[in-house]
């Protein structure tokens, strides 16, 4: 039987990241994964295709819409090749998997495909496609992640009702998409059959799109998502989704409790996540899961078993790759008796449409429900050089900062690189900036980066200089 200082189930973002730090502190380290390939949803069939999908169809709308106001004429009609985007989305991912496969090599770290589940609290069955092997360890994280979530009455047939897994290879391209969840999920993909002439229809339960995000980026995401021409039911509640051959009839009540029906020939699922341990059989080594599924761990992650560990979408916290990875690191640190910590307020969250969204720290409504006294400042994208040059005019930065002290409380923008954008306001806030530090510091001109020194100015003492 072969015997490990640690062993990992789960090849995701928390678990392979953990594995390779376990191995890089000096640990014999092996790494559990049931499909064939490593890297879990994220690489598989999460966060990677569809970043593939939306530069793709990114391009074709820039092609159709803005190449000839940029002076670039293309002769013939413009065409999607849909089969050639999934071909080339596919490749993505497996060049990722690829690398996840070099890294555990590099490594020296065991990998074994087949469905991981304890024993007892020291001992991993791996149920294999050749037989079951057993594994000694003496600890274990469990990195197992999640799956897509539905309603009761929904019947997800994985053809014209389907999950964001299947939305990432149609074979078509819909004529009219109804996404079921206004999160950020539903909204990246649906935004991709959108610029590739799909019409969108998106019902939401909460009066908003991306509920959990800062009021004001929901408003303006969805004011630019409508320009798009993007159909919004918000404060709509799904009572039944019907398939009737190629159509698909979804039924909902709306605020004022009148029933609306949509129909559509394909609806997205995109609802949330719920966390998988299917298969894990986590009694058996005693691991306590609460009410909702998740396992149960303390301010170190660890289990109520002292030699185990679970970390990512298994646990409670925002369901994000980078939680994931800094909660294996931190596992890892832990096991080698170092002193990791996290700041969870300073995860930052991201929605990838275009404008893209980001924030870290405090929203305006939660400071206000907690009574802090704050300030806020706000720049518009439109005001910038940069902006102006490459036609990406939507969108704002927001900084809040504490009234009385200055120090930035939550950085909130939507626009073009946002994405990229949000790396400095976590720095900035891990680092507890004010508002004036952030607007001393010199911005390369001309950039979308410019927008944070601006919104800073803004909320110093209301000075900025470009509005």
């Given amino acids: 039987m072969n015997q490990y200082d640690v062993a990992i189930i ?21 790494i559990i994964e049931k499909y064939a390939t490593l890297g879990g949803t994220c690489l598989n069939v999460g966060c990677i295709p569809s970043k593939a999908l939306l530069d793709s169809s990114h391009h074709y709308e820039d092609a159709v819409k803005h190449f000839e106001e940029h002076g670039i004429d293309i002769p013939g009609e413009i065409k999607v090749n849909l089969e050639q985007m999934i071909a080339r989305k596919q490749g993505v991912v497996d060049q990722t998997t690829k690398g996840i496969e070099f890294l555990m090599d590099k490594n020296k770290i065991d990998v074994y495909h087949g469905v991981g589940s304890f024993k007892d609290a020291t001992h991993i069955n791996i149920a294999k496609e050749d037989g079951e092997e057993t594994i000694e360890a003496k600890n274990t994280i469990i990195a197992t992640g999640s799956k897509p979530t539905s309603l009761p009455f929904i019947e997800i047939d994985k053809e014209r009702v389907i999950t964001s897994t299947e939305a990432l290879k149609l074979k078509e391209i819909p004529k009219h998409l109804i996404v079921i969840g206004g999160g950020v999920i539903g909204l990246e ?8 002439g799909a019409d969108v229809t998106v019902v939401e339960f909460m009066d908003r799109i991306i509920p959990g995000m800062d009021g004001a980026l929901s408003k303006e995401l969805t004011k630019v998502m409508k320009k798009q021409k993007v159909k919004f039911n918000l404060s709509h509640k799904v009572k039944s989704v019907e398939r009737k051959g190629d159509e698909i009839i979804v039924k909902a009540d709306d605020k004022k409790g009148e029933e609306v029906t949509i129909k559509g020939d394909y609806c997205l699922v995109s609802v949330g996540r719920k966390p998988y341990t299917n298969g894990l059989n986590a009694e058996a080594a005693g691991v306590k899961l609460d009410d909702r599924g998740r ?91 940069r902006s102006r040059a490459s036609m990406d005019l939507d969108g704002f930065v927001k900084i809040l900062a ?16 946002c994405a990229d954008l949000i790396a400095e306001g976590v720095t900035a806030m891990e680092f507890r900036a004010s508002a004036e530090d952030i607007s001393r510091m010199s911005h390369a001109h001309p950039t979308f980066a410019e927008a944070i020194k601006e919104a800073a100015l803004a909320a110093t003492d209301d000075r900025p200089l470009h509005v």
């Avoid at 392979?16 to 014999?28: E, H, P, S, T």
């Avoid at 993909?189 to 590739?196: A, E, H, M, S």
């Avoid at 870290?360 to 206000?368: A, C, H, R, S």
Wanted: proline share 4%.
């Fill in 295 to 385: 396992v149960e761990v303390n301010e170190h992650l660890q289990t109520n078993v002292s030699n185990i560990y679970a970390i990512g979408d298994v646990v409670k916290g925002a369901m994000l790759a980078h939680k994931a990875e800094e909660e294996g690191t931190m596992v890892a640190e832990l096991l080698a008796g170092q002193k990791p910590h996290i700041n969870y307020n300073l995860i930052p969250g991201v929605v990838y449409t275009w404008p893209e969204v980001a924030a870290v720290g405090k929203t305006e409504e939660q400071l206000k429900e907690e009574g802090v006294e704050y300030k806020s400042g706000q720049f518009p994208m439109r005001a910038l050089g």
């Fill in 402 to 417: 504490d009234k009385n002290t200055d120090e930035v409380l939550g950085i909130h923008m939507i626009g073009a690189r």
């Fill in 189 to 196: 993909l649906g935004q991709v059959y959108k610029r590739l």
């Fill in 10 to 30: 789960g090849s995701g973002p928390g678990g392979y990241v953990a594995a390779i730090r376990c191995a890089q502190l000096g640990m014999k380290t092996a």
